[in-house]
Structures are given as structure tokens and as C-alpha cells.
């Protein structure tokens, strides 16, 4: 099966135990990861990208929680893989911007981007 789809985003600060699920609207998460060569070697690009719908009070206290902390992101995609990123060395970062488009059907929520840059790739596993 070759499913081009994101079905599954989960998160936890680092040095936490638990992982939590992040909510999102379905078929939103996208994924890329770009590798660059540097002077210093490789440098590995990952970004996640995805919408949360219904701006709530709730959901901004979260989203602002985790601003600014390191991050461990395991995603899932549509062939059952796990993605894993950030580690204590080269955690994920979130940021967030919040929007109400202003038309008929138009969008009303969160747009969630989690970046991480490390000289290492990130890890999936293989079924």
C-alpha cells in the first residue's frame, strides 16, 4: 500500500513518559524532510505541518504550552510506518498561528508547524 496520508500525531516534552495525541483535522498533515550538505557535514530539515480545527481556549493553552519546549514527535502514516522525531540533542519545535479566514466554509483554526534540525535523520520503522 502506498497511502500518502497522516494519520496519527502524537507528542510528548522531553523527559516525559507519556505521549499525547494532537488532534487534527484528517487528510490536513503533511510531512517533508529535505537533507542539505553542509561544511559540517549533512544537515537533516524535517517539518510537519497540519490543522487544528475550532480556535478554542483550550486548545491555545496547549498550543502555547508547548512553545518554546523541546519536543519528541512520533507520527503515523497512512502504510501503519511510525516517523520519530526529536531527541534530548535535537529536539522538535512547535510554533502556531491562529486563523479565522473570513468567508463562507473557510477555515477556523490552528495551523500547527513542528520543526526539527539535526545532523541525524529521523527514524521510521519498517513493517
Known sequence: ????IITRVEYRIEGEQQ???MEFT???A????????????????????LRVPKITKT????LSSLL???????????????????NASFPARLVYKTGIRGNAG???????????????AYT???N
Open 1 to 4: 500500500m502506498n497511502a500518502g
Open 124 to 126: 521510521v520503522t519498517d
Open 30 to 49: 503533511s510531512f517533508t524532510s529535505e537533507i542539505k550538505k553542509t561544511e559540517a557535514g549533512l544537515s537533516h530539515h524535517l517539518q510537519i505541518d
Open 19 to 21: 505521549y499525547k495525541v
Open 106 to 120: 473557510s477555515w477556523n483554526g490552528y495551523e500547527v508547524t513542528i520543526r526539527q534540525e539535526s545532523p541525524a
Open 68 to 86: 518554546g519546549r523541546k519536543l519528541n514527535v512520533r507520527f503515523t502514516d497512512g502504510n501503519g510506518r511510525v516517523h520519530m522525531a526529536g
Open 59 to 62: 486548545t491555545s493553552d496547549t
Open 26 to 28: 484528517f487528510y490536513s
